[in-house]
């Protein structure tokens, strides 16, 4: 008696088909890459969104009239006619020695203030899809953020030098000057662009070589501490850029034409 197994010709079929699938498919890995003379790293980052401006002015917040439209007591920090930026008293565990790491946002609309969405302190507004949050639901969305120009008024961060370009604020000048004269407590390694006080790395030593060569600077080594903060922020005077003592892409592409 013949007891071998005889296979269906469809059988045979999908199992060559699953072989050449198998034979095609291949896996790529990234490596990341250390920016040369010739070039520098770049972030991808989620395409800017802003809301048009709205003509608002800040006023002076009425926090109780607020906790009463909201229903709970708020603490609220800056406020404009329809908007408002604070916590409520439950949310005081999200804040440490330090401060509160997210805050509530505000909105007045249909005779009623109610919070629109909790965002992270740090990080500027237009990055709400990433550090804003509605919670129960999900990432905010772009119609839970203030206009453009509210959110200059009521968020610090849209108007960190670091961030102005992004979020088309304006910054004090005064206050870039002044952190100049603080001394990092550490340095943390960096290797793309936008490098500032308190980096350090490969990129940094090659930048003050550039400035040491063009007397902005006299010694070279891998920190970018105040000196190198004062040498960027002379050199952008001098080149008629965006003065933030911040080594941007434009301020790059000037200092290493």
Known sequence: MNTSRRVHPIQCALALLLLLVAGCV??????????????????????????????????????KAISASYGEKVKV???????????????????????CRQTR???????KWSDTAICLR??????????CFVPNVGLATIDLIPPQDVACILWPANSQPKYVKETQCVFDESEVLKSFETKCEGFFEKTT?????????????????????LKYVRNVDIYFGPEM????FEFQT??????????DDETWKVLNP
Not at 105 to 111: D, K, M
Not at 238 to 247: A, M, P, Q, S, V
């Open 26 to 63: 291949t896996t790529t890995s990234s490596t990341p890459t250390t920016p040369d003379s010739s070039s520098t790293a770049t972030t991808t980052t989620t395409p800017m969104q802003l809301v048009p401006a709205s003509g608002e002015k800040e006023v002076p917040c009425d926090a």
């Open 77 to 99: 920090e800056k406020c404009t006619e329809t908007w408002a930026v604070g916590d409520t008293d439950r949310d005081s565990w999200n804040c440490e020695d330090e401060g």
């Open 105 to 111: 946002l505000y909105r007045f609309a249909n005779n």
């Open 122 to 131: 740090e990080l500027p507004l237009t990055r709400y899809a990433s550090s």
């Open 193 to 213: 662009l936008p490098l500032e006080k308190c980096h350090q790395g490969a990129l940094v030593q090659q930048a003050l070589v550039k400035l040491q060569e």
């Open 229 to 232: 903060a004062r040498a960027v």
């Open 238 to 247: 001098d080149n008629n850029l965006l003065r933030t003592g911040i080594l």
